[in-house]
Structure formats: C-alpha cells, structure tokens
C-alpha cells in the first residue's frame, strides 16, 4: 500500500484559500488515482474530488465546482486541493485517499489507503 500524509490545513477566515497537499510514499504513485473527501462533525465522510492517474481527468462533487481544484504532480508523489472562497460550511477533516484499483472515482469504499487527515477550520 502507499502511505499518505496531508498538509496545508488550519483556520482561515470565509472568503478565504488553503492549499492541502498530501505526500505519497511506498509505491508507484502514478499507479494510482487520487482522491479528497472531507469529514465533519457528525457527518459521514463525503466525496470532494478525484483525479486520474495522469491527472488528465478530474472529478468534483457538483456543489463544489468552481471553488475547489484537484491537482497531481506524480513527479514529487503529491497531489493538491486548492480551496478558494471557502466558507464556514466547508469545515471539516480532509482526507486524501489512494485507489489501486478502478471503479467509481466517487465511492470512498473503492479507496484503498488513506491519509491521517487535516483539519480545515473557516470562520465568519
């Protein structure tokens, strides 16, 4: 399995950006496709977005469109979430996650290693 470790989060005021970015180690990062889903208090984790191995194709939950921008260096084992205008709603744990295999980019359960999380906090 690959190990992930994300970065990046903190507190930020709503109008505000954050860049996450979560560091892959253990094999081939390029093997796999990359995802970001989110956790908040009391709520099961939900899908934010997703991207392809070579990072030709993306895939974002549609309420976030616009705002957030998955990207992938497979050169530094790295992918991203560029946030912008974020608002308080948008609080919660981030976490990266890795897909060995194929099926549905959306699905966390199709996800095989996941990272520890970071907490992205967004005041009003």
């Known amino acids: 399995q690959v190990q992930l470790v994300e970065s990046g989060g903190g507190l930020v005021q709503a109008g505000g950006s954050l860049r996450l970015s979560c560091a892959a180690s253990g094999r081939t990062f390029s093997l796999y496709r990359m995802g970001w889903f989110r956790q908040a208090p009391g709520k099961e984790r939900e899908f934010v977005a997703a991207?392809?191995?070579?990072?030709?194709?993306?895939y974002y939950v549609d309420s976030l469109k616009g705002r957030f921008t998955i990207s992938r260096d497979n050169a530094k084992n790295t992918v991203y979430l560029q946030m912008n205008s974020l608002k308080p709603e948008d609080t919660a744990v981030y976490y990266c996650?890795?897909?060995?295999?194929?099926?549905?980019?959306?699905?966390?359960?199709?996800?095989?290693?996941w990272g520890q999380g970071t907490q992205v906090t967004v005041s009003s």
């Open positions: 996650a890795a897909n060995w295999q194929s099926g549905s980019y959306y699905d966390l359960k199709q996800y095989d290693s």
């Open positions: 991207i392809s191995r070579s990072g030709s194709g993306t």
